[in-house]
């Protein structure tokens, strides 16, 4: 007998940095959601979809669980919030090397069913995660827990067996051959970010936003973006644009490529940087950014 259609929405939860959207891209076998080393990457929910003959997973990509304290870090809390009571189940995702549970973390998912996803498991011994693992069994009970390496792709099936056991029997939510629902414009914006993020230092990135004023498809032609780069400073507007330019320049080309693959089309990016004093505590601001 066939098994039955099972479908679902999985909130991918937990503290900065852990590798929630490692895991994400991972998982879909394409990169959706940009990946830097640094914490606080993420600021929306992210939507991205797996098809398999008799399963749907629709995952939500979340920013990391932190105490907001800017009016751009309570529109990251919002979206947390937003994914995890859409979901039917949360991967709750810990860095397998820590010494001790993410109680911050966990407060948002109280009560909620979740899989204790420990990722990073290729920089540590196997036998190091059990400590922590129990630590967390001690706090509330998880439907499983699966130390993963989302990086190196390790353990991937096991969650995904986890998954196709415990999602709701139920139709697919969206057309098997769709990936997201995000638009173009914003995937655009984020990968500009991402490359933004992996060139700043100290606070800098923190204070930048990408905000894609222009987009021109053109028939037969390369598409047309123009970029504003959103910082809080005028300091901040000479470092990125770097000495002659440099830093820029830079930003851009990798930009570029990164958005032809993912749009499979040429494009001319144009960046401008531009100040906006205290953007990140502005409705209006904020707003306008997508946050
Ligand atoms: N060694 C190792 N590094 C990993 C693994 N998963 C993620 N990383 C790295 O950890 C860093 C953070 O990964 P992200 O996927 O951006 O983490 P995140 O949880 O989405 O972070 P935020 O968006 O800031 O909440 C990146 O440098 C990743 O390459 C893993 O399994 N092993
Ligand atoms: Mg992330």
Redesign the pocket.
Known sequence: MEPEFRSGHVA?V????????????SLLGQKL???????????HRILGILTEPALQVVFL????VIRPRSGLQQSMMRQVSMAVSEADLLLF?ADARADRPDALSLERVHGLPAILVL?????IRQDKVLPLAEAYLQLRAFEAVVP?????G?HLDALMQELRERLPVGQPLYPEDMLSEHPERFFVSEIIREKLFDRLRQEVPYAVAVNVRRYEENPGRKDLIHADIVVDRPSQKGIIIGARGRTLKAVGSAAREDIEVFLGRGVYLKLFVQVRPDWRNQEGLLRTYGY
């Open positions: 991918l937990g503290r900065p940095n852990v590798g929630k959207s490692t895991l994400l891209n959601s940009i990946v830097t080393p640094r914490a606080q990457t993420t600021r990509d979340t920013p990391g995702m990722n990073k498991v290729d920089l993963v390496s989302a990086l190196k390790q």
